[in-house]
Each structure stands twice: as C-alpha cells, then as structure tokens.
C-alpha cells in the first residue's frame, strides 16, 4: 500500500468518497463504500471485488497494519484528520475507516448457477427492499455457508453502504446475482435439480421435519406481502412454527433459522 | 375513546407527546411512546401497561375503528393535522399513531420468576445495549412463546420508543424484569430448577443436540465480547454451527434460532 496524507477536502484525488450520504442514493456506476474494519478485511480478502483504495482517520491507521498488509503494494492509502474526514463525508465519521471497491460487470444469475458445486444451498430473494434486511440476510447465508443469493429485479442492492456494513462485509463474500423473471428463474432451478422451498407463514410443513437434498433453494418474501401466491402455489412451502397469539418474525431472522436448519456447517 | 381534535401544538394536553426525539434520550419517568397501528393494537390488548392517550392523523383514524373500539371508554384520542403533528413531535411523523402508555412499578426478577409456569422459557440478557438488538430479542421472545425476559443492570430499555417498535409491541407483551446481580440471579434460577444454557461461538455442545428439560433459561450476550468468562465457567455453554471463515451472527438472529430450537410452538 501507498500512504498518502490529504489536508484539502476537495483533493480530487478523494472525489469518491465525497458526501457519501447524498450519493448512496444516486448509485455510484460500478463502485461501492466500505466501512469499518471488518468489513475493510473481507474487501481486500474476498476474491470478488477490487479494492481502489482507502481513506483513514490518521488516528486509526496504527490499528490496521494487519488488514492493510493484505493489500496489494500500490493500493493508496488517503490518510487524514478527523476534521478533514468530516468535511469529506459530509457528516460525522466516527469509524474512520472507509474504502471505494469496484465490481465488475454483474454476473447473470443463469452464470453463477452453472458455477456452483453439486451440493449448493442457495437463497433465493424476492421483494426485500429493506437495506437492513438484506445485509442481515448476506450476514446468515455466509454464516451458514449459502453458496450463493438471487435476487428479483424488486430487491435492492446489496452494495448499497449500508448494506454492507449490515452483512459485516458478507455482501462482498456471497456470490449473487440478479434473475428477471421469476417464474422462469424457478424452472431452471428445477432443470438444476434443486429442492426448492418457499418460507411462508402458512407454509404446509414445519421446516423441522424437512430434510435436505443435494441442492436446496429457500425462497424468502417480503414480510408484509410474504411471497407471492403464484409462486407459493409452485413450490413447496415450509413454516417456522410460532405462537398463534404472536406469529410474526422479521425476514432476516427467519432466514437465520431456516439458513440454521439447511446447514451443512461444521 | 373520547376524540379531541387539537390545532395548537402547544396545547398542555398532549405535553408528553412535544419533541419525543430529544426526550428519548432523557427518560419519561415511567412512561413510554407506542408508535403505529400494531404497536397500539398491543398496547390496548395485552394487560401489563396502560395507555394514557392516542395522537393520530386525521387521514388515519377511519382506519383505526376497529383497535381504537379496544379502548376503555375514557382514554383521549387527540386527532391533528399532518402540519401539527410534526411540530409536535419535532420530526417529520408519516406513521401518523403515537400512543403515551405508562409502566407500573417495575416487578423484581424474583417476584416475576415466582409468577412463571411449571414448564418455563425465559431468557437472560446480559450486555445487550443496542436498542435493534433488545427489540428484535422481544420480537423473537414472543414469536417462540417465551415467558420471560431477565436483563442485567447493563442492558438498555425495551420501554425505548425505538426497542418497542423494532419489537412490533413484543416489549408490551412479554413479561421482563432486571436482577442486579448476574451469579445471585443464576443461583436464583438454579434454585427454581431451570436448566441454564449460555450461548457462545465457543459453546461446548451444538444446540442442535440439545434437549428442552421443563424450564429452560437461555443466556444471550453482546456480539463482541460475548459473555462474561465468569459466566461461561459456570453454565453449560451451547453453540450454533457456522462456517469457520464468517464466524459472525448478530445477537437477534442468534436468539431467533436458539428460541425457535427451545420452543414448544405448535
């Protein structure tokens, strides 16, 4: 890595991290914010994504000598005040750790199916535009090893800041991809040969008698709407078993359970 | 219900209501805001805290006939417009339902374990200061049927107008208390005859392989430090299965698989 100390706000050689807050909104052709120690060591770890540097508070340098040894030797390392880190950011940025990665060219979802192993787990998201649910859910399907998450043209980013920093940096780890149509995405998954299963409230088995296949999909829907019924009448639909009095679970926890139960971890 | 329709922001008789953002941070002497339609429908119907009054939209109270019928006859339903309601309460409100409910004083941990069933879930809490985490914990708690929530004196509020509404009114619903005293409070437990697990990455056995005996007590810690070692040496420690190279679940997620496992739902 390259230190290189920056005092102006306005060094155009920093222009990407420029009131990231506005921006995440806009979307950022290609690039994305990462916060965070954490989540700085999945970037330079992770083989997916390409770090094109760092911006550090210089007080939290001394701290990331491991994490930045990891990086390629001409990966430039902006270093500067707290101050400076404010005016850059545009509000204040207590972590003081923050890196713009690039991705490549979105890889379709028909490419990454074909890539993964004989035995795969994978989820399959439609409808969650809720950035805390979907980097809580990137979170689970690393933790359980999901080897890869698909999602509908309705789900936001996972790149998206906030995202990311939810995952704790899983978001930059979990191969995903994006299908159009859902419909067709189900029947090549059939073609695959994946057990698929939908997670519903009403679902006809409790997911604790489900065993699980070779190649399994979990499906997960929004938790207003749930999933859509055209599609819960496709698959077959699993429950969580909850108090009658009481059946409601955020999307993301259900997911760490259903993720739990479909897991080949340790 | 009683409908008072209310132009002056300032008006003395909706005085709890004035700038609940700031006052969040300074405590209500044993009150708490409830916000939105199912938060309220819980407040109304589950019996452990009493509503003192409503604030609702004017465009939202034709659809609120059926909680609002809930109410006791005398409780005020004060009705503004959209301008007034912001001003209230210092921030721009499109939920639009606030209630001002009130606490008893608060139940001992011991007084509230000697309340429990023969047959008892409850969980132990020690650490957890994130608002998100003590309302999903709640969330979760409610879902699986667990009969109690004990917290020690380092756990933030679930009164938190935040922490009830990421509970979805679970925080109004299942019964807690705070012990002040973590090794006291367990020996207390093991006096009543519970089962004590402590849930930790390190955990000695896989929750998988774990059986419910008739009172369960499940010990929930902060994501980074976890539980207390002192703590851990004493009870028997559990685990949930995860990848070796993403090790890292977040507290609810965690407490929605292990409640969900404890649970006699269904």
Redesign the interface.
């Known amino acids: 890595m390259t230190l290189i100390h920056i005092a102006d706000p306005n060094d155009p050689r920093i222009g990407a991290y420029l009131d990231i807050k506005e921006r995440d909104l806009t979307g950022r052709q290609g690039r994305f914010i990462a916060e965070g120690k954490v989540v700085l060591d999945v970037l330079l770890t992770a083989q997916r994504f390409r770090a094109e540097s760092v911006l550090v508070l210089e007080n939290r340098l001394a701290g990331l000598g491991g994490i930045l040894a990891k990086a390629p030797p001409d990966l430039p390392v902006y270093v500067v005040s707290g101050e400076t880190m404010d005016k850059i950011a545009g509000f204040h940025m207590h972590r003081g750790i923050l890196a713009v990665g690039s991705r490549h060219a979105p890889q379709t979802a028909a490419a990454l199916l074909e890539e993964l192993p004989a035995g795969a787990l994978v989820v399959v998201l439609v409808g969650i535009a809720n950035h805390d649910n979907i980097g809580?859910i990137f979170?689970?399907a690393?933790?359980?090893?999901a080897d890869a998450v698909f999602m509908d043209p309705t789900c936001c980013d996972p790149l998206y800041r906030k995202a990311i920093r939810v995952s704790?940096g899983?978001a930059l780890?979990v191969p995903f991809a994006s299908f159009e149509d859902t419909a067709a995405f189900t029947r090549e998954l059939a073609r695959h040969g994946y057990d698929q299963f939908a997670l519903s409230p009403a679902g006809a088995t409790?997911i604790r008698t489900v065993r699980r296949g070779r190649r399994v999909a979990l499906y997960l829907g929004t938790e207003g709407e749930g999933l859509p019924k055209d599609l819960l009448d496709k698959l077959a639909t699993v429950r969580?078993?909850?108090?009658r009095d009481?059946?409601?679970?955020?999307v993301?926890?259900?997911s760490?359970?259903a993720l739990?139960h479909f897991?080949e971890?340790?």
């Not at 969580?240 to 108090?243: E, V």
């Open positions: 809580s979170r689970n690393a933790a359980f090893g704790v899983a780890k409790d969580i078993a909850m108090r009481f059946d409601s679970l955020n993301a926890a259900a760490a359970i739990h897991s971890s340790e």
